[in-house]
């Protein structure tokens, strides 16, 4: 009983409400506003204001986006091998938010430089901002299991999170312009600046908060050992494969939700006047899945796990049903009530879906206990690198794959009402067909989930991590081990001669 109250109180105490706040708003707030912002407006911004060509500006963001995939798995190896007297991850965080506030900013900066100056220029910020990202988000995913043991308060951390992420999300990807405009009308010359300087400061309050109250005290100790191995060490086990898997299923069938969107409603419905409702609907549909349901989901069904497999069966079945019905939208239709009902359901469907892509970080924690228990290390950076590197997979597989498929149907730009029956199948296969098949992917992945049978052995090991572990201590116990078993070695080694 008394080490069931010993227990009981160790978790109460772990991730303080403030640690929780700090976490929840660190990637997820100033950063991730700056991050919608950017991925929504800077290719405008660099075409319009930069006067860059569209095949300037497009080599820049290949440029980056490799580099920014590389440098994932590099991220989490430095991570894991920092050695502080302020821990192995927390101070990434007081760095990292100075730099995000200096490159957010400067990325906008006009240089006034020939093309081929513009051109390195915009380059040079904009790599220095994807890799200020990799910076703060790989220690930012990884201290979550180095600060608190317990699933239950690392999931609804880690809903706190999402739910703030759709919220920042929404403010940046939606209100820009009436914010851009709040400043032009103040005598911004680039509204911009402000802007990013208000969201990076939003940042470094919650970053440097996030270090204040972390306190990481379950990791094993750093291995002298080749920096790259952990990388192998995770890999080699065919348990993690699945949730990497699952990672990349997730992040397409997120993407698809908004990427696909556009060109649905412009081209399968011939309506581009009604894309800005449309996407209005997506968008609030996803922050009351971030907000709302994931908290909800996660606390009616107990495991992160099961809240992706009933929450992505509810979006296949959504789908499904739009698939086979969404042509009642189409203005020759005769259902004069068609788009209303496709925005009914299409709410339905993102409300489901929206949630997956944030309840997959659950995975995370569990590859990170399970390496901890087979292994006996603390991968954490590099299991949130193979998560970040998965998830960008998905991404460029989203970005790219759109246009490659619809290329290969024939689909004309611009062609509003005239696409041929192929393109038109593709369109809404790629909207609600698509991503059936991710999502029948990652049930299986998470239904066959290896780890089931080691979560017995796993929370035996997170029990036996008290308060009082300390890796220092930990490292030293296990040298001095080593070094009683060498005497007895030596000892019993005499006695046989």
């Not at 860059?52 to 980056?64: D, E, F, N």
């Not at 950076?381 to 960008?392: N, P, T």
């Amino acid at each position: 009983m008394a080490e069931m109250l010993k227990k009981a109180k160790t978790t109460e105490q772990e991730g303080s409400t403030a640690f929780a706040w700090f976490h929840a708003t660190s990637v997820n707030g100033g950063a991730m506003a700056i991050a919608a912002v950017i991925a929504s407006y800077f290719s405008v911004h660099m075409t319009d204001d930069l006067g860059l060509a569209a095949g300037k500006a497009s080599i820049i963001m290949l440029i980056a986006s490799l580099w920014d995939a590389i440098n994932d798995p590099i991220m989490g190896v430095i991570a894991d091998r920092t050695k502080s007297k302020w821990g192995r991850y927390r101070p990434y965080f007081v760095a990292a938010p100075i730099l995000l506030l200096i490159f957010g900013t400067l990325v906008w900066v006009n240089p006034g430089l020939s093309s081929g100056g513009t051109f390195a220029y915009v380059l040079l910020m904009y790599i220095g901002y994807g890799m200020t990202v990799t910076m703060y988000t790989m220690p930012q995913m990884a201290v979550l299991p180095a600060v608190v043991r317990d699933t239950q308060r690392r999931n609804k951390i880690i809903g706190m999170g999402a739910g703030v992420c759709a919220a920042a999300f929404t403010i940046g990807n939606t209100f820009t312009p009436q914010i851009t405009n709040f400043f032009k009308n103040m005598g911004f010359s680039n509204p911009y600046i402000p802007y990013m300087i208000i969201l990076g400061l939003l940042a470094v309050v919650s970053f440097w908060g996030l270090f204040a109250t972390s306190k990481e005290k379950y990791l094993t100790p750093i291995k002298k050992e080749n920096p790259l191995k952990p990388i192998g060490i995770v890999l080699k086990h065919k348990e993690t494969w699945p949730n990497i898997i699952a990672w990349i299923m997730a992040s397409m069938g997120y993407g698809m939700m908004f990427s696909t969107s556009v060109y649905y409603t412009m081209y399968y419905l011939y309506s581009p006047q009604r894309i800005s409702i449309y996407m209005g609907v997506i968008s609030v549909a996803a922050l009351v899945s971030m907000v709302v349901l994931m908290p909800l989901f996660l606390k009616w069904f107990k495991t992160g796990q099961k809240a992706i497999l009933v929450s992505q069966a509810l979006s296949i079945a959504c789908y499904v049903i739009l698939f086979f019905t969404g042509k009642w939208a189409q203005p020759d239709s005769g259902k004069s009530w068609g788009f209303a009902y496709l925005c009914v359901v299409t709410f339905l469907s993102v409300c489901f879906a929206a949630m997956q892509n944030a309840l997959v970080n659950v995975l995370v924690n569990d590859c990170i206990d399970f390496v901890q228990l087979k292994d006996g290390i603390s991968a954490n950076g590099v299991i949130s690198s193979i998560k970040g590197f998965a998830q960008k997979c998905g991404n460029t597989a989203v970005s790219s794959g759109i246009l490659a498929m619809l290329g290969l149907t024939g689909y004309v730009a611009g062609a509003v009402g005239q696409q041929n029956s192929g393109t038109m199948f593709m369109l809404n296969f790629l909207k609600f067909g698509a991503p059936c098949i991710t999502g029948i992917i990652l049930i299986l992945c998470v239904v066959f989930n290896p780890f089931k049978k080691y979560y017995p052995a796993i929370e035996e090991m997170k029990a036996k991590m008290g308060d009082d572990y300390n890796p220092e201590n930990y490292e030293g116990l296990v040298e001095s081990a080593a070094d009683e078993f060498s005497i007895l070695e030596e000892d019993v080694v005499e006695l046989l001669d």
